[in-house]
């Protein structure tokens, strides 16, 4: 079954700095990839998403990149504040409707 | 417009008892599915709900079970409960291939 490898589990930076978050995944059947972020005492939060037939898209400040040959995604926060502090979570399935195999997580934290 | 909501948001058992999570989804959302999620760990899919019959699910015993009921809101039962069933659990609703969409969770601990 798929397969969700992420890194780094935390990640620390400056206000104003890029956060960049990797992911890998082994199933090359999926095809559609959300990134969740959780604040304390909260459920996960679709903050983007992406599906295969797209190499990268962008949010305002939040973007996503796929590269399906190497099997990873990546996710790109510039500008970063402190309220990005949170844990955030990639995920993979097949289609929208299949099930979402998650990461372990990235603990992010913005300093100011 | 209401999101996805859960209820109890927290709750106590003993081993072996069972307990009844509840869900309701996203407005105009007709699918929904349940999550486990331990401390420090990603979300674990358990199973989907859709036209009330479970149609998808993950690596849980049967002691692991739910419904869905006509309005699509659902119920996640879990029997003889084990201290490692202490967890948060989340219902994620969405709609046919629409992205899901998490409720806040319950926080279900076992002593």
């Known amino acids: 079954g798929e397969n969700v490898e992420q890194h780094p589990s935390t990640l620390s930076v400056q206000e104003g700095d890029s956060a960049v978050i990797k992911c890998t995944y082994s199933?090359?059947?999926?095809?559609?990839f959300p990134w969740y972020k959780q604040e304390l005492g909260k459920g996960p939060q679709l903050i983007i998403d992406?599906?295969?037939?797209?190499g990268e898209k962008k949010d305002q400040r939040i973007a996503v990149t796929l590269n399906k040959t190497a099997k990873h995604f990546s996710l790109h926060i510039t500008e970063t504040q402190p309220e990005d502090s949170a844990v955030y979570f990639c995920?993979?399935?097949?289609?929208?409707?299949?099930?979402?195999?998650f990461g372990k997580g990235t603990t992010l934290s913005v300093s100011s | 417009d209401a999101g996805v909501t859960q209820s109890p948001t927290h709750l106590i058992k003993t081993r072996g008892q069972q307990v009844t999570l509840r869900c309701s989804p996203k407005?105009?959302?007709?699918?929904v599915s349940w999550y486990q999620q331990a401390l420090g760990q990603g979300p674990q899919f358990i199973f989907q709900?859709?036209?009330?019959?479970?149609?998808q699910r993950g690596n849980f015993p049967d002691r692991f079970s739910g419904h869905q009921f006509p309005n699509y809101s659902s119920e996640l039962n879990v029997n003889a409960l084990l201290l490692g069933d202490s967890a948060l659990y989340l219902c994620?609703?969405?709609?046919?291939?629409?992205?899901?969409?998490f409720g806040p969770g319950t926080r279900l601990t076992v002593t």
């Open positions: 994620a609703s969405s709609l046919s291939l629409s992205p899901k969409y």
């Open positions: 199933d090359s059947a999926s095809n559609y």
């Open positions: 992406i599906r295969s037939n797209v």
């Open positions: 995920a993979a399935s097949s289609h929208f409707g299949a099930a979402l195999i």
């Open positions: 407005s105009g959302h007709d699918t």
């Open positions: 709900y859709y036209e009330e019959e479970e149609r």
